[in-house]
């Protein structure tokens, strides 16, 4: 074992020795901070906090709440552990840790089991930051369901709002029309701030589908009026600015659409809201597309790409910041519940690090002697992937892969019918396969996430029918396989391109060559390349440091 690994683990059993003789003396100072109080009181002390921004301090006492009941929760203290789970909920997600986020704003759901519960909220807030409109409308929809049946006012105003500013952003509002009835119909308490804003927004949405877009977007422009009192106003503003460019943009109004566009962004930029800049910048970039203007497409597209970044920098850093925070409250909650064992504990432990060094020790030998195969079979997949991106370069219409990356066919079943069913004779395919080759060529429209089969009929002048049997003729693939290429010998080109697109997340990469779902994405990628995306971007790395080492001039 070398000098370097012999010091690291030297430093985990170190460590793990301190871990044990530093536990029940941090027990008994964090209990003398927090020592049983009525629940009440504690939970007035964390809104106390939460008010004065001191996260940590309200984390501390939402989680001593909780603690209180390990076993049983009292009836009268039901909903005061709910509001602390939800409570604790926010404040993971405000500093980033969204899986500790959604667990307990699931726990606040079972606990209240009720379909107008506030975590149902939460959690549809959570996965719309996430990108995961669909289920975050299914949680929404929930919550106004049951808001409708048992006349919850409140919850029936905040599904409603977010229900309809989640239809603007995503453009499907063909069930506005009916959500607002029910909920004009349901609506009786007209002057809370949830309601006002609510109405506003029923009222456009009327106006809208009379095909009155004038009069939707001067019931939009009222909304700030009626915002005192919402607790969520600046969001408030930003999406009514960007619900004024949309019906702008149905009215045809191109200048106007691109103002209030400007106008949420500028608005977003100055609440220094991350979230909200990254959607108005996606957004712009759609609208720029919509208008046929090119530059101002690839200017926000590239913005978009830098500021998803800038985000998960700002989301790491926070995370470092409030690691000792988050650990810290997690293990105060559990050692409330097993003070009573700390006598037999240290020695335990430690005899438990002892033999887990041990069996970490052996498996590390194990892990390495594998990993030095799986390296070099890596690394034998990564150049013959390069092997086959040259040749498509080269111009060959033949889609070699390698003979280890293939787990399933990619030919369809379908290959071997007979050619005589092909109603395209031979001279027309091979004009169609010419005008499709030219599209495919193009990155910006095949790497399009709403770019489809029907969308490249459009484009070469045919229907999809033709464009699937000419498709399957020349390259023995489905469209959907033949797309999938094409978009990941465009990721493999980022990869390979460290200069330009070393400091970009996958994430970015995955949404800038069309996919939606980054699991899908790694499923192609893995099929195609026999790598994943983190080891392919590895090794390429890995090449081009080699590289610039052997050249004259580094």
Same mark, same amino acid.
């Given at each position: ?424 004779? =031979? ?107 983190? =080891? ?19």
């Amino acid at each position: 074992m070398n000098p370097t690994r012999k010091r690291y683990f030297l430093t985990l059993m170190l460590l793990s020795l301190f871990t044990v003789c530093a536990w029940p003396t941090t027990i008994s100072k964090e209990l003398r901070i927090y020592p049983y109080q009525d629940p009440q009181e504690l939970m007035d002390k964390a809104e106390e906090y939460l008010t004065k921004n001191i996260t940590d301090s309200a984390l501390m006492c939402y989680t001593a709440v909780i603690g209180q009941f390990p076993d049983k929760i009292p009836d009268e203290y039901r909903s005061t552990v709910i509001t602390a789970l939800n409570g604790i909920g926010l404040i993971h997600y405000l500093n980033g840790h969204n899986s500790e986020a959604y667990s307990n704003f699931a726990q606040s759901i079972d606990l209240d089991e009720r379909a107008d519960s506030p975590g149902y909220i939460n959690i549809a807030g959570l996965l719309h930051y996430y990108g995961d409109e669909e289920k975050s409308i299914e949680y929404l929809k929930k919550g106004f369901d049951a808001a409708v049946n048992k006349g919850n006012q409140y919850y029936l105003c905040l599904s409603f709002i977010n229900l309809v500013n989640s239809a603007f952003t995503t453009g499907d509002t063909s069930h506005l029309k009916d959500l607002t009835s029910r909920f004009r119909a349901s609506l009786k308490d007209k002057d809370t701030p949830e309601s006002r804003y609510a109405l506003q927004l029923a009222y456009a949405i009327e106006s809208a589908e009379a095909g009155n877009y004038q009069m939707a977007v001067e019931h939009l422009k009222k909304v700030p009026s009626v915002l005192d009192g919402f607790f969520l106003r600046d969001r408030a503003i930003f999406d009514t600015n960007a619900n004024i460019a949309r019906m702008f943009q149905k009215a045809n109004m191109a200048d106007s659409a691109m103002h209030y566009m400007k106008k949420a962004e500028i608005f977003a930029s100055s609440q220094r809201q991350s979230d909200m800049i990254i959607e108005i910048t996606k957004e712009l970039s759609s609208l720029c597309a919509l208008n046929g203007d090119s530059a101002g497409w690839r200017k926000y597209r590239y913005r978009w790409l830098e500021l998803q970044d800038s985000l998960f920098d700002i989301k790491g850093m926070r995370e470092v910041h409030n690691l000792e925070m988050s650990y810290e409250a997690q293990r105060f909650g559990k050692k409330i519940e097993h003070l009573t064992i700390e006598k037999n504990f240290r020695m335990k432990l430690i005899i438990l690090s002892v033999i887990g060094i041990v069996i970490l020790t052996v498996m590390l030998i194990i892990v390495l002697r594998y990993n030095k195969k799986l390296v070099d079979k890596n690394h034998n997949l990564f150049q013959k992937n390069l092997d086959i991106l040259a040749l498509k370069k080269s111009g060959s219409d033949s889609h070699p892969l390698p003979d280890e990356t293939i787990q399933e066919s990619t030919i369809p079943a379908d290959q071997e019918e007979d050619k005589n069913t092909y109603i395209l004779s =031979e001279s027309d395919m091979d004009s169609l396969w010419n005008r499709i080759k030219t599209v495919m060529e193009d990155e910006s429209a095949f790497c399009d996430q709403d770019f489809s089969m029907q969308k490249l009929a459009e484009l070469v002048n045919s229907n999809t029918k033709y464009i699937s049997q000419t498709i399957n003729h020349k390259t023995g693939q489905k469209f959907t396989s033949y797309l999938s290429e094409k978009r990941i010998d465009v990721a493999c080109q980022r990869f390979i391109d460290n200069e330009t697109y070393g400091h970009v997340t996958l994430e970015a990469i995955i949404a800038d060559v069309g996919y939606k779902s980054r699991s899908s994405f790694i499923k192609a990628f893995k099929r195609y390349t026999g790598l994943t995306p983190s =080891e392919y971007r590895k090794i390429a790395l890995e090449k081009a440091t080699e590289a610039s080492r052997k050249s004259p001039l580094a």
